[in-house]
Antibody, heavy 120, light 107 residues
Framework: EVQLLQSGGGLVQPGGSLRLSCTAS????????MSWVRQAPGKGLERVSG????????YYADSVKGRFTISRDNSKNTVYLQMDSLRAEDTAIYYC?????????????WGQGTLVTVSS | EIMMTHSPATLSVSPGERATLSCRAS??????LAWYQHRPGQAPRLLIY???TRAAGIPARFSGSGSGTEFTLTISSLQSEDFAVYYC?????????FGGGTKVEIK
């Protein structure tokens, strides 16, 4: 059974940092693209970042470029999202998501979501 | 960036009725379109990929159609668990983009 278990998140002041983690099981983690998708309060879904299976290629939405860093440790079946210089508009539920197939960026499994609140 | 637009924003439907949701892309995405169901407090669930292929375990009452810029998700007979927000997502071009969603509510 595929599972994506998220951790991290919480309340942070503007300008602060947080790291989200997502640990996978039930599939060959090292062969799939992984992404982070968020949903701000009252808003739709936004793909924040993605990382190739090997970790050598990363993707960022313009809204987080230069502030967020995605990485993965295939030996630990874990993908991370380091979030720096956080802003109020980064407040959202963050989901990690697994690409369904190797070269297509739609997502068949999602983590349970973790709330990030940026507020003073 | 390709904009994805849902219509309507909210759809009021009685249980057992048919629901038809539309998604329009600002430029062609070929058949690279997915649909997700999102219930409050849960993770999104993949329903349809490739515009018309049901994902594993998705009931046959869900069907997708369309190509290019116009897409449709049809729920043939709404069940209580189908009341949720539905999102389309294009994966043809970077950046990947989602629509703003259609909320399907009980009439």
């Amino acid at each position: 059974e595929v599972q994506l278990l998220q951790s991290g998140g919480g309340l942070v002041q503007p300008g602060g940092s947080l790291r989200l983690s997502c640990t996978a099981s039930g599939f060959t983690f090292s062969t799939y693209i992984m992404s982070w998708v968020r949903q701000a309060p009252g808003k739709g879904l936004e793909r924040v970042s993605g990382i190739s299976a090997s970790g050598d290629t990363t993707y960022y939405a313009d809204s987080v470029k230069g502030r967020f860093t995605i990485s993965r440790d295939n030996s630990k079946n874990t993908v991370y999202l380091q979030m720096d210089s956080l802003r109020a508009e980064d407040t959202a539920i963050y989901y990690c998501a697994k690409a369904a197939v190797a070269d297509k960026h739609y997502y068949d499994y999602w983590g349970q979501g973790t709330l990030v609140t940026v507020s003073s | 960036e390709i904009m994805m637009t849902h219509s309507p924003a909210t759809l009021s439907v009685s249980p057992g009725e048919r629901a038809t949701l539309s998604c329009r892309a600002s430029q062609s995405v070929s058949g690279n379109l997915a649909w997700y169901q999102h219930r409050p407090g849960q993770a999104p669930r993949l329903l349809i990929y490739g515009a018309s292929t049901r994902a594993a375990g998705i009931p046959a009452r869900f069907s997708g159609s369309g190509s290019g810029t116009e897409f449709t998700l049809t729920i043939s007979s709404l069940q209580s668990e189908d009341f949720a927000v539905y999102y389309c997502q294009q994966y043809n071009n970077w950046p990947l983009t989602f629509g703003g969603g259609t909320k399907v509510e009980i009439k």
